[in-house]
């Protein structure tokens, strides 16, 4: 009996096929790794990567116009308050930059400051309103003083 024992002593250069191969375990991972590694060259791929593009420039601009919207929303509060002004000495609501939001530098606090500014400050503050800044002075004071909700104005008593 002795003698049977030793027979089947294990042989490690030639381990039984029921064991895992180990070499060949890890060349599968390489392998799954490399061809793993092509997918977002499939044009299924690629697309879905211009489809989130596309969804994520879309998104930015809704933001964007809902922004503006907002924008436009206080300015066209701001104009309701300003047709209430009667005097040329009571202070007006401001108006901010549509685009931005921002305050609109040089927003005259009266209306008597309308009349004071220069043309070239007039086309500043319409292009900052997104107004058409071309005309001769008077054009572009009454364009301004409509569009900020200002009425027509009545001639001051002397």
Do not use: C, W
């Amino acid at each position: 009996m002795a003698d049977n024992a030793s027979d089947q002593t294990p042989d490690d250069e030639n381990p039984p096929d029921n064991q895992p191969d180990f070499e060949r375990i890890s060349e599968a991972h390489l392998t799954l790794y490399e061809e793993a590694s092509k997918f977002p060259n499939l044009p299924a791929m690629d697309n879905g990567r211009a489809l989130l593009n596309a969804i994520q420039d879309l998104t930015r601009e809704v933001r964007q116009g809902f922004a503006k919207m907002s924008n436009l929303d206080r300015n066209n509060a701001a104009r309701v308050q300003n047709t209430y002004v009667v005097s040329s000495a009571e202070t007006l609501s401001p108006f901010i930059n549509p685009e931005t939001g921002d305050e609109i530098d040089g927003f005259p606090a009266t209306s008597a400051e309308i009349r004071q500014m220069s043309p070239q400050q007039l086309g500043a503050l319409l292009r900052a309103l997104g107004l058409d800044a071309a005309g001769a002075r008077p054009a572009k004071e009454r364009r301004l003083r409509e569009y900020i909700g200002l009425r027509r104005r009545r001639p001051e008593p002397a």
